[in-house]
């Protein structure tokens, strides 16, 4: 797994919003989610504080492309790309922490 360009979907604590976003740095731009550290960014308005899906990408470019596509798709899409690899939608968080 690469560790820096990545795209990924945070939720909330009832599963009711789901944000796709892309970053060259995983692990920080989680803990600022997590962290409130942007009062006003559409994530921290809705509490999304679960990481439920990544992907990594060897460039940024890549992974625009691929944010570009999930954005595009359905919830339904979302929810379906999220089960294929956390079915119990267990926030991921540690797994990229120690990133």
């Known amino acids: 797994m690469e560790k820096g360009n990545a795209i990924y979907i ?4 009832r599963k009711t919003v789901l ?9 920080r731009r989680v803990y600022e989610h997590k962290s409130g550290l942007n ?8 509490n999304l504080k679960k990481l ?7 460039t940024i470019d890549e992974a625009i492309l691929r944010e ?4 595009g798709g359905s919830r339904k899409k979302k929810v379906d790309l999220i089960n294929s690899i956390n079915p ?8 990229i922490e120690k990133w």
């Open 52 to 58: 439920v899906y990544f992907e990594s990408f060897h």
């Open 19 to 27: 944000y796709t976003g892309v970053t060259n740095n995983l692990s």
């Open 39 to 46: 009062s006003t960014s559409f994530t921290f308005k809705y």
């Open 68 to 71: 570009k596509q999930i954005k």
């Open 88 to 95: 119990e939608w267990k926030d991921l968080w540690e797994e």
């Open 10 to 13: 945070m939720t909330n604590a």
